[in-house]
């Protein structure tokens, strides 16, 4: 017989029709004359219920049937009587798949910390608070892709290993065959790369923007969905050291389209999680919830899927940089020296805890940051009229601080190649990049939306590293 998921079988399983159901044992409880197990086979937060009687499988079988364990359960569906579930499996054969020790096993039917199943990163897809997560950021994965696609952009992969440095920031980690002891060296006594596997130095992209951009200047609308990797020693809640990227890209587009892209592509995402995941939303929000009755009433959150929905159903609100240093220079933190890093005028770039301000004490909403001065935003960040300001935006949401980051691009070849002598971003590189100036260059615009960052806003959970299956963080490469 063909095994059914369970989650089919909780929205459309007929009372009365012969299953078969293969998965892991969350808990078995046993009276005089019958065993319950909760079987879950991760299709669903919710567990089949599979009543065993003692008079059909005897009492040994059971000692087998541990949390953990991997059994296949066939048998009719039944309405049940228990609270919880509308249906339950009444089993007519059990097949004993993989045992698991009670014992030793790790995931015990318990409240476990977050920091213990990060360590545990290879079980903790069996709990109830991953599994989640995880069917959430395939939700997320799949959205975006439909996002575009029904917009008429297209799909590209920009390389992995690469020889440019996108950012101009320097966080690379470097891709050699060279020897860990005694590589060649040149007449400098210098690394030679020349004899390295790409006959030239390389690293693991820090962003697709740049190819993503040639792309653009064929096709329109593209956008690239892909691992990114940033050697920044940032070892805080919202920042991986391998992360994954979307990054649309538009020709004939500006500042405004930019944003309003921005806006209607994060407001996508949150109503198709409020519309494809409520399960899993549920069970997430009342954990939070949960965790939150610790904490004092007035530092408590808002729920979770009403965070979701006010955020889907507001406007952002769009400022300038310069605006927000206002703001934040006559803030009361600002004042009373509660900021670490005090806000003194124009030019300070902005830490997490200023965007934070922003976004939940002073607007109440996410925020969309423009025209940042030029000296701490990227080379191919489009120069404003006053010559001072660029075409920048970040999008800044609660908890979270930047979730995307963005720019109208620098289309005037002239301009370009000034921007990148004054920050010393070797041109010979990125020839190509020039030529898109130099051949029927126009206006052009887009960002990064960090998806590990959307996935902390949607799931509410409070670490970067639990919305990624294996975290990568500086000292830390398990699995
Ligand atoms: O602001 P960033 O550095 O922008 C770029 O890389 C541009 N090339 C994007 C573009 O215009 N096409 O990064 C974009 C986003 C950030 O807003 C943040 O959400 C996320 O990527 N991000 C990280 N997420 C997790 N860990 C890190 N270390 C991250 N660094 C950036
Ligand atoms: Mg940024």
Known sequence: ??????????RSGKVGTEITVKGWVRTRRGSKNVNFIALNDG??????????EIEIFGEEIFKSI???AAIGATGILVASSGSGQSVELKAEKIELIGLSDPDKYPIQPKRHTLEFLREMAHLRPRTATFSAVFRIRHAMIFAIHSFFNDRGFFNVHTPIITSSDAEGAGEMFRVTTHPAT???LNEEGKVDFTQDFFGKAANLTVSGQLEGELFAMALS????FGPTFRAENSNTSRHLAEFWMIEPEVAFCDLTDNMDLAEDFLKYLINYALEHCMDDLMFLSSRLTEEEKV????????ELI???????DNDFIRLTYTEAIEILKNSKPNKKGKFQYPITGYGTDLQSEHERFLVEQEFKKPVILTNYPKEIKAFYMRLDDNGQTVAA??????QIGEIIGGSQREERLEMLERRMDEMHIPKEDLDWYLDTRRYGGCPHAGFGLGFERLMLFVTGMGNIRDVIPFARTPKNCEF
Request: proline residues 8%.
């Open 1 to 10: 017989m063909e095994k059914i998921q369970i989650a089919e079988i909780l």
């Open 43 to 52: 299709s669903t937060i919710n567990n089949l219920q599979v009543v065993a």
């Open 66 to 68: 541990n949390t953990g």
């Open 182 to 184: 005694n590589p060649p």
């Open 221 to 224: 609308k593209i956008y690239t």
């Open 295 to 302: 904490k004092p009433a007035d530092q408590r959150s808002m």
């Open 306 to 312: 009403e965070k979701l929905r006010f955020v889907a």
């Open 393 to 398: 935006m970040d999008v800044l949401f609660p």
